[in-house]
């Protein structure tokens, strides 16, 4: 395996730790958030650099190895590879801009310190590949919400019980795939278990209620941490796709696409920006698991490429709802607000990301979507037809939501509602990577497509007897 030139995983991992522990130890009210940001900028930085250093390898997986830092992690602990070295710098962005948009007065109910320990386990989880820690992980990174309703005097019941349950599935089933043969037809049970942990965590209907219990009762902006860098999709492709038969994702993806279609009706009919974001997020996300349920090089592209669209532009979407309700309080879609001639540049955003996330023209979506239905219908006609009725649904609740906050009537207040210098800088972050990976999208097709193919190969190795997934023929005559 290669090595990297710098220990930049470890590093990545450590820092925003370190700042959580520099918060509790020297932070104050006043400096939570400028130190907060300065510790995501410092991350950011170095899984960008980390990701330079691997491209600059052309290997397809590589690992730290440095010995000043062997006695914290073992070498083969924490590994990037050509499936996860984009979305290192993706969560470690969605961190970012939403702390920038964190107002001072909501930073006593959103914790800076707590997002940035879910920045290092979010970060450790997807720098590790299917083993006991990578399980470990996974079900430490669902603490930190808890604690927060917990903090805020919240019902944490539904929570509580699914990320139980989830967990529970997680452990027995990764023990007992451990002790079977991942290529005989022993591991369909521990498949199995593992399978319904990744939907659980990935919110697949009827496996939903956590999700929209969570943006209900915590902040916004912890909901959007959680949910939007897709852990529960790292979570089938780490430990589901290589070890499931093709009849098995076959099942997943009808459950997937079963959730894109219904979240996105969902969507259509809520009267909450809130719920409605959920939905949204629920429809986007639900079709990257169609994407990876394909098996095949198109559609495998697709869903990656959806993955680092939809968490970038869903995380624009949400923290533009979150900025605007940290100035008008719950946002409801039953009224019409006219915020459009106070906040324009909140209003441009809203309809970029909105649009971006469902694969509009010129945006970062747009060749993600039209390689995922390409796959899909290729296989599964029925399938490809289905995604594009999500898609539509998904682009008129944006439509509709815009409608609702940024037309109508105008309503002036006293209070100033323009945007701050931190969020004018989040916004010009994602609009510039969310139009220019629209213009300029084949670097990361590019890199997305090859590591489909070596994902395939993967699965081959643990099903050499099973014929692989090929393309519907059609009589070019009809």
Known sequence: MSELHFPWIELSILVPLLGAIWLQVFGSSENTLKHAIFFCVVTLGLTLV??????????????????????????????????????????????LVTVMSTLRTKAPRFSPKLALVSETLVLATFSCRASWALIALLICSTVPPY?????????????????????????????????????????????????????????????HLWMTDLFEKATFGTAILFTTPLVGAYAVMRLVIPIAP?????????????????????????????????????????????????VTPIGLTGALCLWLSVGMSLTGFGITLRCIEARISRISLADFHGLYAQMPMFAGFF????????GFPATIGFVGMELLIEGAVEVYPLVGTLVVIAAAMCGIAVLMAYFRIFTGREHRTMVPMHARVTERIAILVLTLLIIGGGLYPQPGVATRYHAAKELTVQRAKNFPNEEPVTPVKHDPHE
């Not at 002790?179 to 593992?194: H, T």
């Not at 959730?259 to 409605?276: D, I, P, S």
């Open 351 to 358: 309809l970029l990301t909105g649009l971006g996330a469902i």
């Open 50 to 95: 980390e990701l330079a250093d691997f491209i600059s390898m052309g290997s397809f997986e590589a690992h730290d190895h440095w010995p000043f830092v062997d006695w914290i992690f073992p070498p083969d602990v924490f590994v990037v590879d050509e499936l996860s070295a984009y979305q290192l710098p993706l969560a470690a962005l969605i961190f």
């Open 147 to 207: 604690l927060e309703l917990k903090a805020r005097n919240r019902c944490t019941r539904i929570y509580a019980i699914h990320m139980s349950v989830f967990s529970v599935l997680l452990v027995s089933g990764y023990a007992w795939l451990t002790m079977v043969d991942v290529s005989g037809p022993s591991v369909l049970i521990p498949g199995a278990l593992l399978t319904a942990a990744g939907l659980l965590r990935s919110g697949i209907f009827p496996l």
């Open 246 to 294: 093709s009849w098995a994702l076959q099942s997943i993806a009808v459950l997937s696409l079963t959730t894109a279609v219904y979240a996105g009706a969902m969507a259509l009919v809520q009267k909450e920006a809130r719920r409605m974001f959920c939905f949204l997020f629920l429809s986007q996300a639900s079709l990257v698991l169609v994407g990876l349920e394909l």
